[in-house]
């Protein structure tokens, strides 16, 4: 058996869901390549938020002066999970070359700058799948405990404006006005208006999906094993056969690395493991997003539901969900919500994570067939349509519409 195409997107999360439809959209011919559902995975399971505002990379100077603590303590929003920490290494140095103060400056500068106009470029992506009732612009909060945490969030909220971040303080008063829901909160909240949210990322990733195939795009469920050069293009091994391809493009999240190496480019992609649990009927108690910052997680009014999800474990790719994190995300949602039920289901995904907190985007550097798209980390929703515009400019030999310099392979 083989098949052949114009372009290969191997991958079917969000980011390569979003290419694959983009590049349909040019006309051209796209085979979407993984043994999975499109959409599931991270895709689905995450906390629905385009973060326009997520301008801070995840190594700062304030984590790094945290980072011994992260080693201990099982219970942190950040973890690391011990038995990884070995194979964990060489990623955890970089993170902490890239958490000094000029390279977290310089990354954050870089984040903003691809996520200046995520929100813009998402209600565009949802009105075309048609679906833009699945957008909701009702902005996102942060919720400060206490005057201490008020205080600890001004200092963030400043280095965010100087980044071209719209954000409001607000009085716990004003808190109590727009979410009445919620329990009183005495260091108020930060409220970004330019925040969007898919109220269900699940139904959102179907629409996203079923559009790109009724704009040609054609799905091959089976593993991508291998890459190389061939003759025209790019040959790919699958668990259903060979691929021919004249350009690919890795989009396989958390399971890039492997393949990037085959295009000749050795990247430090590690795995940022996520969970969420559900309350089935409890959407009614918030109207946006809205994430306690002393514990890590958002509380997300999805349909029909209230989602917890969030925080960061650092732990590869082969581990069984951890109960203790589950545990604890139930407990920051009860210290919010004190009458919740039980969770009705629990989830566990797998993020691809970059020290440096950005994406991997760009030609290979030995294979320039082969485009990287991954690596998006906690940002892989926010980043897809910019993603997109991205390969879509290479791929027609135009001009990305950000700087992508930064973004590349080569920096490694």
Same mark, same amino acid.
């Given at each position: 058996?083989?098949?052949?195409?114009?372009?290969? +997107?191997?991958?079917?999360?969000?980011?390569?869901?979003?290419?694959?439809h983009?590049?349909?959209?040019?006309?051209?011919?796209?085979?979407?390549?993984?043994?999975?559902?499109?959409?599931?995975?991270?895709?689905?399971?995450?906390?629905? !938020?385009?973060?326009?505002?997520?301008?801070?990379?995840?190594?700062?100077?304030a984590?790094?002066?945290?980072?011994?603590?992260?080693?201990?303590?099982?219970?942190?929003?950040?973890?690391?999970? @011990?038995?990884?920490?070995l194979?964990l290494?060489?990623?955890?140095?970089?993170? /902490? /070359?890239?958490?000094?103060?000029?390279?977290?400056?310089?990354?954050?500068?870089?984040?903003?700058?691809?996520? &200046?106009?995520?929100?813009?470029?998402?209600?565009?992506l949802?009105?075309?799948?048609?679906?833009?009732?699945?957008?909701?612009? @009702?902005?996102?909060?942060?919720?400060?405990?206490?005057?201490?945490?008020?205080?600890?969030?001004?200092?963030?909220?400043?280095?965010?404006?100087?980044? *071209? /971040?719209?954000?409001?303080?607000?009085?716990?008063?004003?808190?109590?006005?727009?979410?009445?829901?919620?329990?009183a909160?005495?260091?108020?909240?930060?409220?970004?208006?330019?925040?969007?949210?898919?109220?269900?990322?699940?139904?959102?990733?179907?629409?996203?999906?079923?559009d790109?195939?009724?704009?040609?795009?054609?799905?091959?469920?089976?593993?991508?094993?291998?890459?190389?050069?061939?003759?025209? *293009? +790019?040959?790919?091994?699958?668990?259903?056969?060979?691929?021919?391809?004249?350009?690919?493009?890795?989009? &396989?999240?958390?399971?890039?690395?492997p393949?990037?190496?085959? &295009?000749?480019?050795?990247v430090?992609?590690?795995?940022?493991r996520?969970?969420?649990?559900e309350?089935?009927?409890e959407?009614?108690?918030? !109207?946006?997003?809205?994430?306690? +910052?002393?514990? *890590?997680?958002y509380?997300?009014?999805?349909?029909?539901?209230?989602?917890?999800?969030?925080?960061?474990?650092?732990?590869?790719?082969?581990?069984?969900?951890?109960?203790?994190?589950?545990?604890?995300?139930?407990?920051?949602?009860?210290?919010?919500f004190?009458?919740?039920?039980?969770?009705?289901?629990?989830?566990?995904?797998? @993020?691809?994570?970059?020290?440096?907190?950005l994406?991997?985007?760009?030609?290979?550097?030995?294979?320039p067939?082969?485009?990287?798209?991954?690596?998006?980390?906690?940002?892989?929703?926010?980043?897809?349509?910019?993603?997109?515009?991205? +390969?879509?400019?290479?791929?027609?030999?135009? !001009?990305?519409?950000?700087?992508?310099?930064?973004?590349?392979?080569?920096?490694?």
């Amino acid at each position: 058996m083989g098949e052949s195409c114009e372009i290969a +997107v191997i991958g079917a999360g969000v980011i390569g869901l979003a290419v694959a439809h983009r590049l349909a959209g040019e006309g051209r011919d796209v085979l979407l390549i993984d043994p999975a559902e499109p959409g599931s995975g991270a895709s689905h399971g995450n906390a629905g !938020t385009v973060a326009g505002y997520a301008v801070q990379p995840l190594g700062t100077p304030a984590m790094l002066r945290s980072l011994p603590s992260l080693l201990f303590d099982r219970d942190s929003p950040l973890s690391i999970r @011990r038995a990884a920490i070995l194979s964990l290494a060489p990623w955890l140095v970089r993170l /902490v /070359v890239a958490s000094r103060p000029a390279a977290a400056a310089r990354g954050a500068r870089l984040l903003a700058g691809l996520l &200046a106009d995520a929100g813009d470029r998402w209600e565009g992506l949802a009105a075309e799948v048609g679906w833009p009732g699945g957008l909701a612009d @009702r902005g996102c909060l942060y919720l400060y405990a206490d005057a201490a945490e008020g205080a600890a969030g001004a200092r963030d909220i400043a280095a965010r404006r100087a980044l *071209g /971040v719209t954000v409001e303080i607000l009085s716990p008063g004003d808190l109590a006005r727009m979410e009445p829901g919620l329990p009183a909160m005495a260091g108020g909240a930060a409220f970004f208006p330019g925040a969007r949210f898919l109220r269900d990322p699940g139904r959102m990733m179907a629409r996203l999906a079923e559009d790109a195939r009724a704009r040609g795009v054609r799905l091959l469920r089976a593993a991508a094993r291998g890459l190389g050069p061939e003759a025209g *293009g +790019v040959g790919i091994a699958t668990g259903a056969g060979h691929v021919r391809a004249r350009r690919a493009v890795i989009a &396989a999240g958390a399971h890039s690395r492997p393949l990037a190496r085959m &295009a000749g480019d050795r990247v430090p992609l590690d795995t940022e493991r996520g969970y969420h649990l559900e309350y089935d009927g409890e959407e009614v108690r918030l !109207t946006r997003p809205a994430c306690p +910052v002393a514990r *890590g997680f958002y509380l997300c009014p999805m349909a029909g539901r209230l989602r917890a999800a969030g925080t960061v474990e650092l732990g590869g790719l082969g581990a069984p969900p951890s109960a203790r994190r589950i545990a604890r995300l139930d407990e920051g949602a009860r210290a919010v919500f004190p009458d919740l039920p039980a969770p009705s289901r629990s989830w566990m995904g797998l @993020r691809p994570s970059i020290p440096d907190s950005l994406p991997v985007v760009g030609p290979a550097r030995a294979l320039p067939e082969v485009i990287h798209a991954f690596g998006h980390g906690h940002l892989g929703v926010t980043l897809a349509p910019v993603t997109a515009a991205i +390969v879509a400019a290479l791929v027609a030999g135009r !001009t990305p519409p950000v700087d992508i310099a930064g973004l590349s392979p080569g920096r490694f």
